[in-house]
């Protein structure tokens, strides 16, 4: 596709359930990054995968948070047993190597999750 | 370990009035990329400017120039003439070489017709 792409665009889900956050990225990208922005707040890094390099996991909050990415496309964010304070939106952004220099990341609209 | 500090919270301008975000960053890395982006109330994350740790010059785009600083590490972002719609929260944000990349908390711009 043009753009990075997250879906759902909304999710509102109860404390205690699973919920897994999607993300495609623009193609042929080798780099992506899943970041978690709380109301009022800034971009919380959260995990950044980079072609077939170990992700780097640093900022993942609890053991609850895991993600995955097949290859260089799809990413999937998994939160376990949700609680409230995982209410946020979870931004998904992508960025690749031009002769040597990263590019600027792009960014999707975000998946708006709200634990009730 | 890298990060970004934007101490500015928030800021109030009057239209047409210049102003200036300030960003300060660390990083080990001999090589990385400076960002600034805007988040409009719509919520997405708009490219504003990079600029290369290796770039030897300043440069102005429109109404957006930076300052970078590598002796102080600040890499400031100055509107010139705002106008009501640069109302948005602006974010700077470091790559290293590794392609890892970290922002600040943002500065809330308002400005005001």
């Known amino acids: 596709g043009a753009g990075v792409s997250q879906s759902p665009s909304n999710k509102v889900t109860e404390k205690g359930k699973d919920v897994e956050l999607r993300c495609d990225p623009i193609s042929g990208h080798t780099a992506l990054y899943w970041y978690r922005q709380r109301l009022g707040q800034g971009l919380e890094f959260l995990i950044y995968f980079q072609g077939n390099s170990a992700p780097d996991k640093s900022g993942l909050p609890s053991d609850r948070f895991s993600a995955e990415r097949t290859g260089e496309s799809v990413s999937t964010l998994t939160i376990q047993r949700t609680q409230q304070e995982d209410s946020a939106v979870y931004l998904c952004?992508?960025?690749?190597?031009?002769?040597?220099?990263?590019?600027?990341?792009?960014f999707g609209q975000g998946t708006r999750l709200t634990v009730v | 370990a890298q990060k970004v500090t934007q101490a500015q919270t928030e800021i109030s301008v009057v239209e047409k009035e210049d102003v200036t975000l300030d960003c300060v960053y660390e990083?080990?890395?001999?090589?990385?990329?400076l960002f600034w982006y805007k988040q409009p109330p719509s919520g997405e994350l708009v490219f504003l400017i990079r600029?290369?740790?290796?770039?030897?010059q300043n440069e102005i785009s429109g109404r957006y120039s930076w300052n970078f600083q590598k002796s102080t590490s600040s890499f400031n972002f100055t509107i010139t003439a705002s106008q009501v719609v640069d109302s948005a929260v602006y974010f700077c944000?470091?790559?290293?070489?590794?392609?890892?990349?970290?922002f600040g908390q943002g500065t809330e711009l308002s400005v005001k017709p």
């Open positions: 990083t080990r890395d001999t090589t990385y990329y």
């Open positions: 600029r290369n740790s290796f770039d030897e």
């Open positions: 952004a992508s960025s690749s190597r031009d002769r040597g220099l990263w590019t600027e990341a792009f």
């Open positions: 944000a470091l790559y290293n070489q590794g392609g890892k990349l970290i």
